[in-house]
């Protein structure tokens, strides 16, 4: 029973450097979502999308970008790598209806020296 | 302000002790409420919903006030299984979930 599936879990990247972060879910989820979490923080939303094709900004999208060709595949991707881009990166997804409770992938815990 | 903001403890039961949390929230057109449960270095998982009648399961209790806008969750009992980082989360009409900073709980021996 996979859920939401995160790649990979662990990665070290240099200033300047791009990566992207891969999430796949297989409940046939509408919604997706990417998080960043910082140490003592609580999570922040970087980016949604409500479907495949749709895609929107959350509270810091800044650095960032995603896509969203498949019901099963949102992607998040860095381009120019930044120390303040430290952080540990979760992947959710939730069913349309708004009282539905997201589930969460187990996450990226990225490092940028 | 924030718009969820949380005491972020830490508090220190011991095993036995009854403990709340409370949680408040900035808009007032907030929908949905739920508690999800944090342990360190893992996944935030969905540990209630938050009911406008107040709900419980098992040894947990959330209630949620809307006059005054707030949250909140009573452990009964506690076990040492329950220490983890509570995250109060309100889900905006936009589908947008907005996340507390957390309550850390450890529950001692």
């Known amino acids: 029973n996979a859920g939401v599936t995160q790649t990979p879990k662990f990665r070290i990247l240099k200033i300047g450097q791009s990566m992207t972060l891969q999430c796949t879910q297989d409940m046939n989820h509408n919604y997706m979502y990417w998080y960043r979490q910082d140490p003592g923080m609580g999570l922040k939303l970087i980016y949604y999308s409500v479907g495949a094709g749709i895609t929107d900004k959350g509270e810091v999208p800044n650095g960032y970008n995603v896509s969203r060709s498949t019901t099963e595949d949102f992607p998040l991707r860095l381009e120019l790598a930044a120390p303040s881009q430290t952080s540990v990166y979760f992947c959710?997804?939730?069913?349309?209806?708004?009282?539905?409770?997201?589930?969460f992938g187990d996450g990226t815990r990225l490092s940028i020296l | 302000r924030k718009e969820v903001e949380q005491d972020p403890g830490p508090f220190n039961v011991p095993e036995g002790a009854t403990v709340a949390f409370n949680c408040t929230y900035s808009?007032?057109?907030?929908?949905?409420f739920f508690w999800y449960r944090q342990d360190c270095r893992k996944e935030p998982k969905l540990l209630m919903s938050?009911?406008?009648s107040g709900n419980e399961d098992g040894r947990f209790t959330a209630q949620l006030n809307r006059a005054s806008q707030y949250i909140s969750l009573l452990i009964r009992d506690s076990k040492l299984s329950d220490s983890a980082t509570y995250l109060c989360v309100v889900l905006r009409v936009s589908n947008m979930l907005t996340f507390g900073g957390g309550t850390r709980l450890m529950v001692k021996p």
């Open positions: 959710a997804s939730s069913r349309a209806l708004s009282n539905q409770p997201q589930h």
């Open positions: 938050v009911y406008s």
């Open positions: 808009n007032s057109a907030s929908q949905s």
